[in-house]
């Protein structure tokens, strides 16, 4: 089965500052890794997703992540903070093998405020 | 037309009430899921099914029950409503890694 641990409930940075959300998986079989961005009151959004092609993956508004599977990381970085980002971002991980296929698990969430 | 429909929106219910909560896809997916998300504990897999022959329980079924009356269509029931599964429900479709959420259901159990 596979897991995920995302390392602070609550970040919080500067407009303008550098974003950096940590993600780490577990995984018997190669994963597929995703992060999700959910505004307040609002559904999941997909910023990026990394499916066994480029190790670093850019999404939706500069954010970017890099899977590193010597650490079991899948970070979210973004250079540069706007206040529009304040959100909850969230990172899931699926398999395309074993009895786990297909299912998406995702971390407990990392709430970003942005301060101006 | 969203691609994923949840039905209500929002809904207050009774303690001990029978609920459903109904989900229709156009994305033409045979993989349909359920998850109900709390605060600090992200988004845990009630139920999830492969095709219309095949449902499977997820990390925390206890208290749910699901239909698939069809491809596009799958519903989640709780038999007897509790407060603590007052939450956010949201149903997802996939096709290999792409998965497609509903806008979700917002429940509340008084």
């Known amino acids: 089965a596979q897991s995920v641990t995302q390392l602070g409930s609550h970040v919080s940075v500067s407009e303008g500052a550098l974003v950096l959300l940590r993600c780490n998986y577990s995984s018997s079989v190669p994963p597929y890794l995703f992060w999700y961005v959910q505004y307040p009151n609002q559904g999941l959004q997909l910023l990026l997703k990394?499916?066994?092609?480029?190790?670093l993956v850019k999404g939706i508004n500069d954010f970017e992540a890099e899977f590193k599977k010597s650490e079991t990381s899948f970070h979210l970085t973004k250079p540069s903070a706007h206040m529009s980002d304040a959100a909850e971002y969230f990172c899931a991980v699926s398999v395309m093998g074993g009895t786990s296929y297909g299912k998406l698990t995702f971390g407990q969430g990392t709430i970003l405020t942005v301060h101006p | 037309d969203a691609d994923v429909t949840q039905t209500p929106r929002n809904r207050i219910t009774k303690t001990g009430k029978r609920i459903m909560l109904e989900c229709s896809q156009t994305k033409g997916h045979d993989r349909m899921y359920w998850y109900r998300q709390d605060p600090g504990l992200g988004l845990r897999l009630i139920y999830y099914s492969f095709d219309v022959k095949d449902i499977n329980k997820g990390e925390i079924s206890d208290g749910y029950s699901v239909s698939r009356q069809a491809q596009a269509k799958f519903s989640l029931s709780l038999e007897s409503a509790i407060p603590n599964q007052t939450a956010l429900y949201f149903c997802a479709t996939s096709s290999g890694w792409a998965y497609t959420f509903g806008s979700g259901t917002r429940l509340t159990v008084v």
């Open positions: 990394y499916t066994s092609a480029a190790t």
